[in-house]
Protein backbone atom coordinates (compact mmCIF):
# COMPACT_ATOMS: atom_id res chain seq x y z
CA UNK A 1 0.00 0.00 0.00
CA UNK A 2 1.37 3.41 -0.52
CA UNK A 3 1.60 5.74 2.21
CA UNK A 4 0.17 8.71 0.66
CA UNK A 5 -2.46 7.76 -2.20
CA UNK A 6 -4.52 10.07 -4.15
CA UNK A 7 -6.87 10.26 -7.34
CA UNK A 8 -4.76 10.97 -10.23
CA UNK A 9 -7.53 12.36 -12.01
CA UNK A 10 -7.79 14.62 -14.46
CA UNK A 11 -10.68 16.62 -12.91
CA UNK A 12 -12.11 18.39 -15.71
CA UNK A 13 -14.10 21.18 -14.34
CA UNK A 14 -15.89 24.62 -16.02
CA UNK A 15 -14.42 27.78 -14.44
CA UNK A 16 -16.39 28.85 -11.65
CA UNK A 17 -16.97 25.54 -10.43
CA UNK A 18 -16.38 23.88 -6.68
CA UNK A 19 -13.98 20.61 -6.74
CA UNK A 20 -12.66 18.24 -4.26
CA UNK A 21 -10.09 16.61 -4.02
CA UNK A 22 -9.10 13.76 -1.62
CA UNK A 23 -6.28 11.91 -0.34
CA UNK A 24 -5.67 8.93 2.66
CA UNK A 25 -2.34 8.49 4.38
CA UNK A 26 -1.20 4.80 5.70
CA UNK A 27 0.84 6.16 8.73
CA UNK A 28 -1.72 6.58 11.44
CA UNK A 29 1.83 8.54 13.63
CA UNK A 30 2.16 10.98 10.66
CA UNK A 31 2.07 14.79 12.69
CA UNK A 32 1.77 16.90 9.55
CA UNK A 33 -0.61 17.80 6.60
CA UNK A 34 -0.01 20.05 3.62
CA UNK A 35 -1.34 20.58 -0.05
CA UNK A 36 1.44 21.43 -2.05
CA UNK A 37 0.51 22.54 -6.05
CA UNK A 38 2.68 22.17 -8.77
CA UNK A 39 2.43 23.46 -11.85
CA UNK A 40 3.89 21.54 -15.43
CA UNK A 41 7.67 20.92 -15.14
CA UNK A 42 7.79 23.49 -12.40
CA UNK A 43 8.84 22.87 -8.46
CA UNK A 44 6.20 22.02 -5.98
CA UNK A 45 4.72 25.13 -3.99
CA UNK A 46 2.98 25.35 -0.80
CA UNK A 47 -0.38 25.89 -0.75
CA UNK A 48 -1.40 25.37 2.54
CA UNK A 49 -1.09 23.39 5.74
CA UNK A 50 -3.86 20.83 6.75
CA UNK A 51 -5.01 21.41 10.55
CA UNK A 52 -7.56 19.23 12.25
CA UNK A 53 -9.79 21.89 12.94
CA UNK A 54 -10.08 22.54 9.25
CA UNK A 55 -8.52 25.53 7.66
CA UNK A 56 -9.52 28.11 5.00
CA UNK A 57 -7.29 30.47 2.85
CA UNK A 58 -9.58 32.20 0.46
CA UNK A 59 -11.43 29.93 -1.99
CA UNK A 60 -9.23 26.99 -0.53
CA UNK A 61 -10.52 24.64 1.81
CA UNK A 62 -8.55 21.74 3.71
CA UNK A 63 -9.64 19.29 6.33
CA UNK A 64 -7.89 16.53 8.39
CA UNK A 65 -9.85 13.63 9.85
CA UNK A 66 -7.35 12.00 12.01
CA UNK A 67 -9.52 8.99 12.81
CA UNK A 68 -9.87 8.15 8.93
CA UNK A 69 -6.59 9.30 7.51
CA UNK A 70 -8.02 11.43 5.36
CA UNK A 71 -7.52 14.90 4.00
CA UNK A 72 -9.07 16.64 1.77
CA UNK A 73 -9.08 20.12 -0.65
CA UNK A 74 -12.21 21.91 -1.52
CA UNK A 75 -12.04 24.69 -4.49
CA UNK A 76 -14.22 27.02 -4.93
CA UNK A 77 -15.34 28.86 -7.95
CA UNK A 78 -12.21 27.60 -9.65
CA UNK A 79 -10.53 30.02 -12.34
CA UNK A 80 -8.58 28.85 -15.41
CA UNK A 81 -5.47 29.90 -12.95
CA UNK A 82 -6.19 26.92 -10.70
CA UNK A 83 -5.08 24.06 -13.78
CA UNK A 84 -2.41 22.18 -12.20
CA UNK A 85 -1.46 19.09 -10.25
CA UNK A 86 -2.54 18.78 -6.47
CA UNK A 87 -0.22 16.88 -4.46
CA UNK A 88 -0.98 15.09 -0.71
CA UNK A 89 1.89 15.60 1.54
CA UNK A 90 2.35 14.30 4.72
CA UNK A 91 5.42 14.65 7.75
CA UNK A 92 6.20 12.49 10.85
CA UNK A 93 5.28 9.40 12.18
CA UNK A 94 8.98 8.34 12.76
CA UNK A 95 10.00 9.83 9.43
CA UNK A 96 11.69 12.67 9.07
CA UNK A 97 10.89 13.71 5.59
CA UNK A 98 7.94 14.55 3.16
CA UNK A 99 6.05 11.73 1.66
CA UNK A 100 4.40 12.84 -1.48
CA UNK A 101 1.26 11.44 -3.02
CA UNK A 102 1.76 11.37 -6.78
CA UNK A 103 -0.74 13.85 -6.94
CA UNK A 104 -4.47 14.69 -8.18
CA UNK A 105 -4.57 16.59 -11.75
CA UNK A 106 -7.05 19.52 -12.42
CA UNK A 107 -7.94 21.27 -15.30
CA UNK A 108 -9.97 24.34 -15.46
CA UNK A 109 -11.67 25.43 -18.88
CA UNK A 110 -13.23 28.44 -19.98
CA UNK B 1 15.92 37.67 -0.66
CA UNK B 2 16.65 34.99 -3.36
CA UNK B 3 14.73 31.39 -3.63
CA UNK B 4 16.94 28.30 -3.65
CA UNK B 5 18.61 28.14 -6.56
CA UNK B 6 19.48 24.86 -8.68
CA UNK B 7 22.30 24.35 -11.39
CA UNK B 8 22.51 23.40 -13.56
CA UNK B 9 18.43 23.65 -14.90
CA UNK B 10 18.99 21.27 -18.08
CA UNK B 11 21.87 18.19 -17.62
CA UNK B 12 22.45 15.55 -20.52
CA UNK B 13 24.77 12.96 -19.57
CA UNK B 14 25.95 9.65 -21.63
CA UNK B 15 25.56 5.83 -19.72
CA UNK B 16 28.34 5.32 -17.30
CA UNK B 17 29.00 9.54 -16.92
CA UNK B 18 28.88 11.40 -13.92
CA UNK B 19 25.85 14.13 -12.82
CA UNK B 20 26.86 17.02 -10.07
CA UNK B 21 23.42 18.96 -9.02
CA UNK B 22 23.86 21.51 -7.66
CA UNK B 23 21.93 23.17 -5.16
CA UNK B 24 22.32 26.60 -2.82
CA UNK B 25 19.55 26.99 0.09
CA UNK B 26 17.50 29.59 0.88
CA UNK B 27 19.80 32.84 2.70
CA UNK B 28 19.48 31.52 6.60
CA UNK B 29 18.69 27.67 5.76
CA UNK B 30 20.89 25.24 7.03
CA UNK B 31 18.92 21.91 6.37
CA UNK B 32 18.53 21.13 2.37
CA UNK B 33 16.37 18.13 1.09
CA UNK B 34 16.91 16.53 -2.40
CA UNK B 35 13.67 14.87 -4.26
CA UNK B 36 13.46 12.77 -7.21
CA UNK B 37 10.54 13.17 -9.60
CA UNK B 38 10.39 10.41 -12.46
CA UNK B 39 7.97 10.65 -14.82
CA UNK B 40 4.73 10.95 -14.17
CA UNK B 41 5.57 9.65 -10.51
CA UNK B 42 5.26 11.56 -7.35
CA UNK B 43 8.24 13.18 -5.60
CA UNK B 44 9.77 11.03 -3.80
CA UNK B 45 12.69 11.94 -0.42
CA UNK B 46 16.23 10.78 -1.18
CA UNK B 47 18.33 12.72 1.31
CA UNK B 48 18.58 15.15 3.96
CA UNK B 49 21.57 17.33 5.17
CA UNK B 50 22.28 20.10 7.39
CA UNK B 51 25.85 21.88 7.34
CA UNK B 52 28.71 19.21 7.08
CA UNK B 53 26.17 15.87 8.19
CA UNK B 54 23.76 13.78 6.52
CA UNK B 55 20.66 13.41 8.54
CA UNK B 56 19.17 10.86 6.91
CA UNK B 57 19.67 9.00 3.82
CA UNK B 58 17.12 6.12 3.65
CA UNK B 59 15.88 6.93 0.05
CA UNK B 60 19.20 7.13 -1.82
CA UNK B 61 20.20 4.36 -3.96
CA UNK B 62 23.01 2.43 -1.98
CA UNK B 63 25.00 2.46 -5.02
CA UNK B 64 26.45 5.56 -7.52
CA UNK B 65 24.42 7.94 -5.48
CA UNK B 66 26.02 10.34 -3.03
CA UNK B 67 25.11 13.94 -1.34
CA UNK B 68 27.07 16.55 0.63
CA UNK B 69 26.78 19.97 2.28
CA UNK B 70 30.04 21.38 2.93
CA UNK B 71 30.26 23.94 5.68
CA UNK B 72 30.92 26.97 2.46
CA UNK B 73 29.35 26.50 -1.10
CA UNK B 74 26.57 24.41 -2.27
CA UNK B 75 25.09 21.38 -1.76
CA UNK B 76 25.64 18.48 -4.34
CA UNK B 77 24.03 15.30 -5.31
CA UNK B 78 26.62 13.23 -7.32
CA UNK B 79 25.38 10.31 -9.35
CA UNK B 80 28.34 8.08 -11.13
CA UNK B 81 27.98 6.10 -13.67
CA UNK B 82 24.40 7.12 -14.75
CA UNK B 83 21.84 4.76 -16.40
CA UNK B 84 18.57 5.41 -18.00
CA UNK B 85 17.10 5.14 -15.07
CA UNK B 86 18.39 8.03 -13.42
CA UNK B 87 16.61 10.57 -16.14
CA UNK B 88 14.31 12.32 -13.57
CA UNK B 89 13.86 15.82 -12.22
CA UNK B 90 15.91 16.27 -9.46
CA UNK B 91 14.51 19.09 -6.74
CA UNK B 92 16.22 20.41 -3.78
CA UNK B 93 14.73 21.68 -0.82
CA UNK B 94 15.63 23.98 1.90
CA UNK B 95 14.15 25.06 5.24
CA UNK B 96 14.94 26.92 8.37
CA UNK B 97 15.04 25.06 10.92
CA UNK B 98 14.12 21.56 10.03
CA UNK B 99 10.80 20.86 11.38
CA UNK B 100 8.17 20.88 8.88
CA UNK B 101 5.21 21.45 11.59
CA UNK B 102 6.68 24.41 12.46
CA UNK B 103 8.69 25.48 8.87
CA UNK B 104 8.11 25.54 5.56
CA UNK B 105 10.53 23.49 3.14
CA UNK B 106 11.12 26.05 -0.23
CA UNK B 107 11.88 24.38 -3.18
CA UNK B 108 14.32 25.06 -6.12
CA UNK B 109 13.10 24.59 -10.08
CA UNK B 110 14.97 21.28 -10.11
CA UNK B 111 17.69 19.81 -12.62
CA UNK B 112 16.44 17.80 -15.29
CA UNK B 113 18.60 15.20 -15.75
CA UNK B 114 18.09 13.19 -19.42
CA UNK B 115 20.61 9.99 -20.07
CA UNK B 116 21.36 9.12 -23.43
Known amino acids: RKEVEQDPGPFNVPEGATVAFNCTYS??????FFWYRQDCRKEPKLLMS???SGNEDGRFTAQLNRASQYISLLIRDSKLSDSATYLCVVWGGGFQKLVFGTGTRLLVSP | NAGVMQNPRHLVRRRGQEARLRCSPM?????VYWYRQLPEEGLKFMVY????????ESGMPKERFSAEFPKEGPSILRIQQVVRGDSAAYFC??????????????FGPGTRLTVL
Open chain 1, 27 to 32: NSASQS
Open chain 2, 49 to 56: LQKENIID
Open chain 2, 27 to 31: KGHSH
Open chain 1, 50 to 52: VYS
Open chain 2, 93 to 106: ASSKTGSPSTDTQY
